[in-house]
């Protein structure tokens, strides 16, 4: 019997890797990836739990998608990700039709789960299964199966978790300790993505820069003296391989195009970071470096580990290593205890740092982080005028950004013909580009001479 398989996925790249995963091991056993839940005999939520939108949106979706399994009680419903982590008590008892519920720890034992449900249901029993009980994901015991949604660019996870400690976040409690990846398994990942025809990998974890601090082995530049891992396993040398040395190798290693990598805390955002981004060509002028807040009080109650000049000194030292880079942050606004005060010193910081794009949030108290303890106290229409005020602000910015793309050339790495029919792609700074031109030029780099900037795009002449 064909099985049929309807994946949606909430969150972030790291979660969009995640399913793809999830459907490379689906499609090994036999599943087909449809397009609609009225097709599939297996649907599957991969959420998120980072702010409180993010579950309300996957809440009401497996509420509507319980509807459509009493028309037909044939189909397994499933949640997995960050909520099947943080929220199992609640997905448990406000969605009685769900089958399943596995966090991100446990997204490789999945086949088996879907086995003990069609077994159990073969049985006449029936089971509800909760799986969320991994300390860290088993990165070292990936199953087989590839399966990924595009053809020019690809992503990769480098490493899983987060050691960090920020309060208002829940991210340690669904993806638990920090792991990287070794390092030969991911050259060879990168090669055969080049290999296959793909121009650009996204390099992903949830604080990339600590890539190498623990191998699966309990070995790293954090472990015991005896297993720190160095470079010599694979080159000789005697450095330690961190994210810099990972960058390097695949700089120099591999046949991909342009690298990038996501997500990076300042705090370990070092020169040797900036060195490696400024030597190795295939690794993209572009690094997102979330500030959270432009206030020391507030950035010391998030327990984010630096001050407002310690990432000022980090930015300008970026910018000489590597003049054309551009910038993209994350923002809280209404954090506990947030003044006036310190919102106008976050103002302050985003129009003196200049990023190229910002992504701005209200403060929602997640359940089990320690700022969830501490009073909500920043009334929402306030976080709602912050928010509107940085928006304004931001959208500004971004618009004189783009604007210094005009009559400059640019490189384009083609990923698609748009709706419109225009080849559209992003530059080395990740701006979206779009010129008229033939279909050879999908999946290639091309040059383009920018001729107008609308508020989120270049559009431009192909350079012949
Ligand atoms: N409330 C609002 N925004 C949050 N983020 C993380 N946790 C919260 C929260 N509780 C934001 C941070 C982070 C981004 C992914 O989401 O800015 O960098
Ligand atoms: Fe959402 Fe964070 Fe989990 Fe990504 S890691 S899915 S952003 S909660």
């Known amino acids: 019997m064909p099985k049929h398989v309807y994946l949606q996925t909430y969150g972030c790249q790291m979660n969009e890797r995640d399913s793809e995963e999830v459907l490379g091991m689906l499609v090994a056993q036999g599943y087909t990836p449809v397009a609609c839940e009225d097709d599939a005999d297996l649907i599957l939520l991969n959420t998120c739990s980072v702010r409180a939108h993010a579950e309300e949106r996957a809440f009401g979706k497996m509420a509507a998608l319980q509807r459509l399994k ?137 604080n990339v820069n600590s890539y190498g601090k623990r191998f699966p082995d309990g070995g790293g530049y954090r472990g015991p003296a005896g297993r720190r891992r160095l470079l010599e396993e694979a080159d000789g040398s005697d450095r330690l391989i961190d994210f810099p040395a990972l960058l390097r190798q695949l700089d120099a290693k591999t046949a991909i195009e342009r690298l990038r990598f996501t997500t990076s805390h300042p705090f370990d955002a070092h020169e040797e ?26 950035l010391r109650a998030m327990r984010r580990g630096y001050t407002v000049e310690a ?15 551009a910038l993209s942050t994350d923002v809280i606004v209404g954090f506990p205890g947030e003044s006036e005060a310190d919102f106008e010193a976050t103002c302050a910081l985003m129009e003196e740092v200049a990023y190229d794009s910002a992504f701005l949030f209200k403060y929602s108290p997640r359940p089990g982080t320690e700022a969830a303890g501490w009073l909500d106290d920043v009334a929402r229409p306030v976080k709602e005028r912050r928010h509107q005020v940085l928006l304004a602000l931001q959208a500004g910015i971004s618009r004189r950004k783009l604007e210094r793309w005009l009559g400059r050339e640019v490189e384009v790495l083609v990923e698609e013909r748009n709706r419109r029919g225009q ?38 002449r192909l350079i012949a």
């Open 311 to 325: 990432y000022r000194v980090k930015v300008a030292r970026l910018r000489e290593l590597v003049p054309d880079i």
């Open 70 to 206: 009493q028309a037909r009680p044939g189909v397994v419903l499933g949640i997995l990700g960050c909520m099947a982590k943080a929220q199992r008590e609640e997905v448990f008892r406000r969605l009685p039709q769900v089958d399943l519920v596995a966090g991100p720890a446990e997204i490789y034992d999945l086949p088996d789960l879907l086995a003990q449900v069609a077994q159990a249901r073969q049985g006449g029993t029936g089971v509800r299964l909760l799986a969320v009980d991994r300390p860290v994901r088993p990165l070292d015991r990936k199953p087989p199966g590839d399966w990924r949604r595009d053809r020019v660019t690809a992503f990769v996870t480098i490493m899983e978790g987060c050691d960090k400690k920020c309060a208002y976040c829940i991210v340690p409690t669904t993806r638990g300790q920090e792991v990287s990846r070794a390092l030969p398994e991911i050259l060879d990942e990168v090669q055969l993505l080049a290999r296959a025809g793909y121009r650009q990998v996204t390099l992903l974890g949830q």
């Open 273 to 298: 970071l900036f060195r490696a981004m400024a030597d190795c060509r295939t690794v993209c002028e572009y690094l997102h470096l979330p500030v959270q807040s432009g206030s020391d009080r507030v």
């Open 423 to 460: 080849l559209a792609g992003h530059t080395r700074q990740n701006v979206n580009a779009v010129c008229a031109g033939p279909d050879a030029a999908i999946g290639e780099l091309i040059g383009v001479h920018v001729e107008r900037v609308t508020p989120t795009t270049l559009i431009g």
